[in-house]
């Protein structure tokens, strides 16, 4: 009896189309990724689920072929040689019109953007908050929506579906609550940087471009913006071409040390405009043009949350001191704080410029952080914390913000982090946390010169003078902290290119190329196989001469031949 019904039904959807059927072309509508289409039961007048489509489909509809069932009205599509049906509800004549759900709940925190081709910010939609659906961009497809236009209160922004969910209770919980929230609750917060637990540790969608490949080992070389560095690009790529090295680091944006004149300078930061050099996008544009023709991998670096500059344009997005009102000055500069959105939004379009207009593989981000040693003073000061976040939440959100808006104009995304931030057990003061970090952003890189680690750090003795040492340590600690993130970064590390500082030890050693070899032997050796970038703030060329033998080896390969990958 089973089998003769299922022959019924399917004899009666494979009815051919009657002379007189009249055919329009509908698109598929629903309120979630896909819909249902059905088979009818001509014995049972009955329709039955048979197929899902993914919406935004494009159908061929027998407007004059319908059926109520129930109440609701279907009508018949083509569907190959066969017949189904479809609540006509589903079928829309405009394409514009597939998007049928009128809510949507947050997932993940996220910036609301009311202007997309600046990447401004109007707003931050919270976990599990309701927002209405007025718009979207496109769908993919999978029939997710890219971009929703929503409207929160008074404000009318575009938020990325992914963030989103259409169950609010959904919505509501963290990525599996069972794995990851008991590791994340016991970390401390000693120094005010922020509840680890209050960031977000969904897996994040990990891109690869096409037409832009990241290295598998980046060996990377730094470059300032002097004349006498980027100005002398051929003599770095005849002496990188002696050796591994596969990436270059350039900056375009340091603390009152501006690039070239960008637009975005111009619009968002005069001083930083007037103080950039005046012939020098030429200059970039010549060396990241010389470099691509060489196959390296150009990676542009931005300084952001130190910027005087900036504050000196935009005193009112400074931190500041609560009896005066006036900027706050640390370490001989004034911080932007990192929780106001301005700040974002014009390290963010710099890099978008930098990317379209000379052709940047990724943009690597520093100081993407609060200011350090703040305790004794953190009470004198405000940060205008507009939306009430913690500081390990503001720095992560900077980084799904940041990596969103770039990755739209096909480059990559690396953080810089202190290498405290690998420590176990407690969120940072100055609000790194590596986990959520790492958990979003393409590439994270940690800063841990060995002179920066005091005297016996992690049982070493003078670890300055012992580089190999001091890595792998640091390196094993990484590696924990990257197994408790979902979607790790790839781990690229800023090794010392410099020798010892003679404030920390005047007889520490000299960083050649034994010394520089021990640092990335360090980090293999722990398993961080990403690849490092040189930190030599003056790039000086004769130094990176006498380094050349560090930088002749493949660690990767040496890497895989030993663990028998």
Request: charged share 25%.
């Given at each position: 009896?089973?089998r ?7 004899a009666?959807?494979?009815?051919a189309?009657n002379?007189d ?10 309120d979630?990724h896909t819909?249902?289409l059905y088979?009818?039961?001509?014995e ?10 993914t919406r ?24 190959g040689?066969e017949?189904r049906y479809?609540?006509?509800a ?7 019109d597939?998007v ?14 009311t ?8 707003g ?10 007025i718009g ?15 409207r ?16 609010k209770?959904?919505a ?17 917060n ?9 960031c977000d540790?969904?897996?994040?969608e ?7 490949k990241?290295?598998?080992?980046c060996y990377s ?12 690009i ?5 002496l ?7 990436t ?7 603390n009152?040390?501006?690039?070239y004149?960008?637009e975005?300078m ?17 200059m ?6 010389r ?11 931005i300084?952001?949350?130190k910027?005087?500059?900036?504050v ?6 400074a931190?500041?001191e ?6 706050f ?21 710099l ?15 520093d100081y993407?952080?609060f200011?350090?040693?703040?305790t004794k ?8 914390n507009?939306?009430?976040?913690s500081?390990?939440q ?13 990755h739209?104009?096909?480059?990559y995304?690396s953080?810089?982090?202190f290498?405290?931030?690998a420590?176990?057990g407690y969120?940072t ?5 590596w986990?959520?970090?790492?958990n ?10 060995p002179?920066?680690f ?6 070493i003795k ?18 924990a ?8 970064a790839v781990?690229?590390?800023?090794v010392q290119?410099?020798?010892v500082?003679?404030?920390?030890d005047r ?9 520089v070899e021990?640092?990335i ?5 722990a ?16 130094k990176?001469k006498?380094?050349l033998?560090a930088?002749?080896?493949d660690?990767?390969?040496?890497w ?6």
């Amino acid at each position: 009896m089973k089998r003769l019904l299922t022959l019924i039904c399917i004899a009666s959807a494979a009815i051919a189309c009657n002379s007189d059927d009249i055919l329009e072309t509908r698109y598929l509508a629903s309120d979630r990724h896909t819909a249902l289409l059905y088979s009818y039961n001509s014995e049972a007048d009955s329709l039955f689920v048979s197929d899902t489509l993914t919406r935004g489909a494009e159908l061929t509809a027998i407007v004059n072929r319908t059926k109520k069932i129930e109440g609701l009205q279907y009508m018949a599509v083509k569907y190959g040689k066969e017949r189904r049906y479809i609540p006509t509800a589903n079928l829309v004549s405009n394409y514009r019109d597939v998007v049928k759900e009128s809510k949507i709940y947050v997932r993940t925190p996220a910036s609301i953007i009311t202007d997309c081709n600046t990447s401004k910010i109007g707003g931050l939609a919270k976990k599990a908050e309701a927002l209405e659906v007025i718009g979207y961009d496109t769908i993919d497809i999978r029939g997710a929506v890219y971009k929703y236009k929503v409207r929160q209160g008074s404000v009318e922004g575009y938020i990325f579906g992914k963030y989103t969910l259409f169950d609010k209770e959904e919505a509501k919980q963290n990525y599996k609550a069972e794995v990851y929230d008991a590791v994340h609750k016991a970390v401390k917060n000693p120094f005010g940087g922020g509840e680890a637990i209050g960031c977000d540790f969904y897996p994040s969608e990990r891109v690869v471009f096409a037409n832009n490949k990241m290295p598998e080992a980046c060996y990377s070389l730094y470059l300032n913006i002097s004349p006498k560095v980027i100005g002398n690009i051929e003599s770095y790529i005849a002496l990188a071409k002696q050796s591994k090295i596969n990436t270059f680091v350039i900056d375009i944006k340091d603390n009152e040390c501006p690039g070239y004149k960008a637009e975005a300078m111009k619009i968002y930061s005069p001083t930083n405009y007037a103080r950039a050099g005046a012939n020098k996008e030429a200059m970039y544009a010549k060396a990241v043009k010389r470099l691509h023709e060489e196959g390296f991998y150009v990676v542009g670096r931005i300084t952001c949350f130190k910027d005087s500059y900036f504050v000196k344009d935009h005193p009112e997005v400074a931190i500041t001191e609560k009896a005066t009102g006036k900027p706050f000055k640390h370490n001989k500069a004034y911080w932007p704080s990192a929780y106001d959105r301005k700040v974002w939004q014009f390290n963010v379009e710099l890099a978008k410029e930098a990317v379209r207009k000379f052709g940047f593989n990724e943009i690597n981000f520093d100081y993407v952080r609060f200011p350090d040693r703040m305790t004794k003073v953190e009470q004198l000061i405000d940060y205008h914390n507009r939306y009430n976040e913690s500081k390990v939440q503001a720095i992560q959100r900077f980084v799904q913000y940041a990596c969103d808006e770039i990755h739209a104009v096909g480059a990559y995304v690396s953080i810089d982090v202190f290498g405290e931030a690998a420590n176990p057990g407690y969120t940072t003061a100055y609000g790194q946390y590596w986990p959520a970090i790492s958990n979003i952003a393409d590439a994270i890189c940690g800063m841990p010169y060995p002179d920066h680690f005091s005297n016996g750090y992690y049982g070493i003795k003078k670890p300055w003078n012992h580089p190999y040492e001091i890595l792998k340590a640091w390196g094993e600690r990484v590696q924990a902290r990257q197994q408790v993130t979902p979607t790790p970064a790839v781990v690229r590390t800023w090794v010392q290119a410099y020798n010892v500082m003679r404030h920390v030890d005047r007889n520490g050693i000299a960083y050649n190329a034994e010394n520089v070899e021990k640092e990335i032997r360090g980090l293999y050796d722990a398993g961080l196989t990403g690849g490092y970038t040189t930190w030599l703030s003056s790039s000086n060329i004769e130094k990176y001469k006498e380094q050349l033998g560090a930088f002749q080896i493949d660690y990767l390969k040496e890497w895989k031949e030993k663990n028998q990958l």
